[in-house]
């Protein structure tokens, strides 16, 4: 009984030994395998998280690179449009300025041609006038030869501006026909003389008719008489009053149309530009020069321009004789 219960006792001990062993195997079985199954899982997150870090990584790269790429194209697009637009720009400038120069070329020559055009032909005009109105009076002087008159007093001769007292032998008979005559000059000056001519200045007398004329002119009064077989009609010069309104007419009209040019230095205040124009007895702008130019092109277009613009103005005043009249403006910039 003892020695099985011993028997049983180291049995129940051996058992129990090699249960507990068992248990500890399995124990310690199962942690490797918690802790195998663990450290797996641990590997398999760590590379998911290195995978999902490298793949977004990848993806900011990429998305980086692509909108770097966008940009830089959206720049170069930008910059390529810019320097079209600059380019067609400078194209339509330089376009344009060619035009411009080419219209203004072609306006200034026909300009030129025109005004050469209009000087020739009132040049041709004055000279055929001239020639016309010398053979008239050669004609006439011709037909009936003038003498002069000395004044019953012995006045003295060549004052300043005096008319003669002028003689037309008339001829005898009765007949019909015109004839002109003439009579001017610095004469006899005094009183009571043949004819009465008294007073300054210069007279003239044209027309048809028997008779004696008087004319003023000049400031004063002269006489004239017509040859031919009838009296010519005085015509006289007029008053210093009326000419200086005339003046003071023409140069308003045209310093009215005168656009004076900006921006010019200062020191273009000191330039001038003097006008020559011709005007006819109509009151016509037969011709327009400038015949004293300022040295600055700028200034002298803008008097052109002005005299341009001025194309008629008021007829001659009464007495004015010939069939064209000149006279100069000053064109002055109004700076201070």
Known sequence: LAKKKADDEAKAAAKKKADAEAKALAKKKADDEAKAAAKKKADEEAKAAAKKKADDEAKAAAKKEADDEAQAAAKKKADDEAKAAAKKETDDEVKAAAKKKADDEVKTAAKKKADDEAKAAAKKKADDEAKAAAKKKADVKAEAPVTKAVPANGGKTGDDGVAPAVTVAQPTGNGSGTGTGTGTGNGDKGSGGKGGGTGAGNGSGTGTGKGTGTGTGGGGTGTGTGNGTGAGKAGGGPSESAMGAYH?????????????????????????????????KDGTI???????????????????????????????????????????????????
């Not at 308003?252 to 149309?257: A, I, L, V």
């Open 286 to 336: 037969a011709g327009r020069e400038i015949v004293t130019p300022s040295g600055n092109s700028q200034l002298d277009e803008s008097v052109l321009n002005a005299a341009n613009k001025v194309q008629q103005i008021d007829p001659f005043p009464a007495g004015l004789a010939g069939e064209t009249y000149e006279l100069k403006i000053e064109f002055k910039l109004d700076q201070n």
């Open 248 to 280: 003071r007419m023409i140069h308003d009209r045209f310093y009215g149309r005168w656009d004076q040019p900006i921006g010019l230095e200062k020191a273009a205040s000191d330039l001038k530009v003097v006008l020559k124009i011709k005007i006819r």
